[in-house]
């Protein structure tokens, strides 16, 4: 399987404190990227980082890239309760398909 | 501009049964691509689609079938309907085929019982 695989499955935090989520792959890649899933609905795009990028930031996301180790990391600094939701990493590494993990659960208590 | 949308929301049919899943893409977007998701896991890829031809297949079976047609919006078909087939069916649209991030409709939940 060409999956990437989250780590850790489940997460609970306090409202203000930091979420890492990891994530690993297999093959080389041209991009991965991550999603965030409210409540089994439709996904939605959060970052995308090339396979020549290192880390990426975007708002309260940190994202890093280690291509040697096959892995990704995704930060979420300050959190809310609207962060709560499935988080995925995607890889992409064809051109018509992309490869998602079975995610990561995150619960921000208030 | 609308995002991705997806009928029906819900659905519920009885094995053996066909079911038709219907998505019309961001506007201007010409590539449509089918997931299914199982209750606890990630999104499976099924078929891409991009000016109207298949791309590419997941390792579906071939009761699985799809089509986009001119104005982009696509069908899914699964014939034979198991109830392993129950499943959150979800569309979504890129501008092109490739590595553009993909814009996801919230999906249709089939029901096979």
């Known amino acids: 399987s060409q999956q990437g695989e989250e780590d850790p499955q489940a997460l609970s935090i306090q409202e203000g404190e930091n979420a890492t989520m990891n994530c690993s792959y297999k093959?080389?890649?041209?991009?991965l990227q991550w999603y965030r899933q409210n409540s089994g609905r439709g996904l939605v795009h959060l970052i995308l980082i090339r396979s020549n990028e290192r880390e990426k930031h975007s708002g309260r996301l940190r994202v890093t890239l280690d291509t040697s180790k096959k892995s990704s990391s995704l930060l979420i600094t300050a959190s809310r309760a609207a962060d709560t939701a499935s988080y995925f990493c995607a890889t992409d590494f064809n051109d018509y398909k992309l490869s998602f993990g079975a995610g990561t659960t995150v619960t921000v208590r208030a | 501009d609308a995002g991705v949308t997806q009928s029906p929301t819900h659905l519920i049919k009885t094995r053996g049964q066909q079911v038709t899943l219907r998505c019309s893409p961001i506007s201007g977007h010409k590539s449509v691509s089918w997931y299914q998701q199982v209750l606890g896991q990630g999104p499976q890829f099924i078929f891409q689609?991009?000016?109207?031809?298949?791309?590419g297949r997941g390792n579906f079976p071939d009761r699985f079938s799809a089509r986009q047609f001119p104005n982009y919006s696509s069908e899914l078909n699964v014939n034979a309907l198991l109830l392993g087939d129950s499943a959150l069916y979800l569309c979504?649209?890129?501008?092109?085929?490739?590595?553009?991030?993909?814009?996801f409709g919230n999906g249709t939940r089939l029901t096979v019982t």
């Open positions: 689609y991009y000016e109207k031809e298949e791309r």
């Open positions: 979504a649209s890129s501008p092109e085929e490739g590595r553009s991030p993909l814009h």
């Open positions: 093959t080389s890649i041209n991009n």
